[in-house]
């Protein structure tokens, strides 16, 4: 097994709050959600930035950020566009300040299925145009995002996500080359679209994190590992084989993390 690092997506609480569980029960990686009201970004003050830098560096675990999902980069309007690209930007500079091992997002998302090709492809065009601009401003402060592949809605639905598929995914890394981006995996997500492998195999070079959770490839719901379809196995090995050695980060809704990171590692034994 590859030296990597094991924690938990951070939602219900404060990230303060979780420190002796995880420092109890062996985790050293904190996913911080910036949806809820406890951790959104104007609550990371000079004072909780400190504390926090200093939490990380006396128990050396590491800190990420994951962007609600209600950021769209690619949307239609360009004065809200510069909304979501403002707001990034100013996680970028307090990511910078807790030395993030990366910030992870999702692309966006599109409505109107009736001419949803379209819109995609226009949307799909704008988030690059955001992502030239943020990623300057990445090389300044040294700050790596991490694009997450999303799950993919129910056909005929009027909102699908972007990056929920390879194809859109490889497009956007073919038109913002650049060291500052990179793929977050979600093995959830990929299975119920082409697979983990198939992610794994095109974008395995730019991961920076892994997300899982389970499910029977019909709806996202994050089960715990082993109670779904899953290969965990086959994608285990694979990540083995490509010396992933970034932080494995549970979203495991019903379990307790150190239970669903035990559960997890079961495979990692079986190699």
């Known amino acids: 097994m590859n030296v990597s690092s094991f924690g938990s997506s951070i939602y219900d609480y404060p990230v303060e709050q979780c420190i002796d569980y995880a420092l109890t029960h062996g985790l050293n990686h904190f996913e911080i959600n910036l949806t809820p009201h406890h951790s959104n970004i104007l609550t990371f003050t000079d ?12 128990h050396q675990f590491s800190y990420s950020f994951h962007m609600s999902s209600s950021l769209n ?17 100013d996680c ?29 492809q226009q949307s799909l065009l704008n988030v690059v145009k955001s992502l030239k601009i943020l990623l300057q ?23 699908q996500l972007l990056g929920d598929n390879i194809g859109e995914l490889q497009t956007i890394f073919d038109l913002v080359d650049s060291p500052w981006l990179g793929f977050c995996l979600d093995i959830g997500h990929a299975n119920l679209n082409e697979g ?44 083995s084989e490509i ?11 019903k379990l307790k993390p ?9 495979f990692w034994q079986q190699e």
């Not at 980069?73 to 930007?89: C, N, S, V």
């Not at 010396?243 to 809704?253: A, D, Q, V």
Request: one cysteine or more; glycine letters at 6%.
């Open 258 to 266: 150190h239970n669903a990171v035990a559960l997890f590692k079961r």
């Open 47 to 58: 004072k909780r930035i400190s504390f926090l830098s200093y939490l990380a560096q006396k």
């Open 196 to 239: 983990a492998i198939e992610y794994i195999q095109q974008f395995g070079h730019r991961l920076k994190c892994v997300h899982f959770h389970d499910n029977y490839g019909f709806c996202d719901e994050h089960l715990e590992v082993g109670n779904g379809c899953v290969n965990w196995q086959e994608i285990i090995d694979m990540l």
């Open 73 to 89: 980069l690619g949307h239609a309007i360009p004065y809200f566009r510069q909304k979501h690209i403002d707001h990034l930007e």
């Open 137 to 159: 401003m990445c090389k300044s402060y040294n700050v790596t995002l991490a694009i997450e592949n999303s799950a993919k809605m129910h056909r005929g639905s009027d909102l």
């Open 243 to 253: 010396n992933y050695t970034g932080p494995y980060i549970s979203e495991c809704y």
């Open 92 to 120: 970028i500079k307090i990511g910078a300040r807790l030395n993030l091992s990366h910030i992870t997002f999702h692309l966006g998302n599109v409505v109107g299925h009736t001419i949803m090709s379209y819109f995609r």
